[in-house]
């Protein structure tokens, strides 16, 4: 028996832990938590606190950094929409200034409230435990000279009401298109980063798809004229070989000049020389004949 207590301690404390570190997450939850807004409440600003607070409700419905916050059945709900869907938000993590207001400004509160000052904020330690005060030491104390501004409300949710009341996957392009805030807390600033890291695959694609469809070819360039003496290259030849020149496309040769061979210049020589001899004689022969 002692063993099975120590191992539902151990249990509980890993639990305890892993809730500490969980953030606002408001795909998880499908059912509803009792509430149910028709149409845009009326938000009137708590006096002295950065967070809105709707006085014709009843329940307890605020607004603080971006995010409409319900505290229902001893649970913290936060969405980005006034009617939800809500996800639940573990006591760890839960906004200090959301912890901070006053009981007075809760229109159903807990029976457990009554016996609490109303212009003060709900003793959260007494009902979370001392572990949980531990935790978040500090969250009642703050400087009233340092309080931020209230976060615009986005009053564009006006136009969607009842049977116009968005879907989950659209509010959050609408949410993302119609309203500029950049929170403050550090809880919210996660819930708006974990919006955009699964909105963003989606929008990739989305533009991955466009540009496919709009995508022109390439244009090809033309190839420039081949020359008179330009070739295709021949598959299976050495590149040497191919960038060789053809017989017929090289430069032609000079031609040698023709010098008449030396052997067949004895006959003629010979020949005009025993012509020449043969003058000679006819001429001493006439000149004889002359002196007689």
Not at 78 to 100: I, M, Q, T
Not at 278 to 292: I, L, P, S, T
Request: proline residues 11%.
């Amino acid at each position: 028996m002692r063993y099975r207590l120590i191992a539902f301690m151990m249990l509980l404390c890993s639990v305890t832990a892993a809730n500490a570190q969980v953030s606002i997450n408001i795909r998880l939850p499908s059912a509803s938590i009792g509430i149910n807004v028709p149409v845009y409440p009326e938000l009137v600003p708590v006096p002295g606190y950065p967070v809105y607070y709707a006085p014709h409700l009843s329940s307890n419905f605020f607004f603080y950094d971006g995010l409409y916050w319900v505290y229902q059945w001893d649970n913290w709900y936060a969405s980005s929409w006034y009617n939800g869907p809500w996800g639940l938000v573990a006591p760890e993590v839960v906004p200090f200034f959301v912890l901070r207001i006053p009981v007075g400004y809760y229109r159903n509160p807990p029976a457990y409230f009554h016996r609490w000052r109303r212009d003060a904020p709900p003793r959260w330690g007494v009902r979370w435990g001392h572990r949980w005060e531990r935790h978040r030491r500090g969250w009642d104390r703050w400087d009233r000279r340092a309080v931020v501004a209230p976060a615009p409300l986005p009053l564009y949710q006006r136009h969607y009401s009842r049977n116009q009341y968005p879907r989950y996957e659209r509010q959050r392009a609408l949410h993302n298109r119609n309203y500029r805030h950049e929170p403050h807390d550090a809880v919210v600033r996660q819930h708006y980063r974990e919006q955009t890291v699964h909105r963003a695959p989606a929008r990739a694609s989305r533009d991955s798809n466009a540009a496919g469809r709009h995508a022109r070819p390439a244009p090809q360039m033309a190839a420039p004229p081949r020359s008179q003496g330009a070739r295709k290259p021949q598959r299976g030849v050495p590149q040497a070989q191919r960038e060789a020149p053809r017989a017929q496309d090289a430069e032609p040769a000079r031609q040698p000049r023709f010098v008449r061979p030396q052997d067949n210049d004895e006959p003629h020589r010979s020949q005009n020389q025993g012509q020449r001899q043969n003058r000679r004689d006819r001429g001493d022969d006439r000149g004889q004949e002359r002196g007689r």
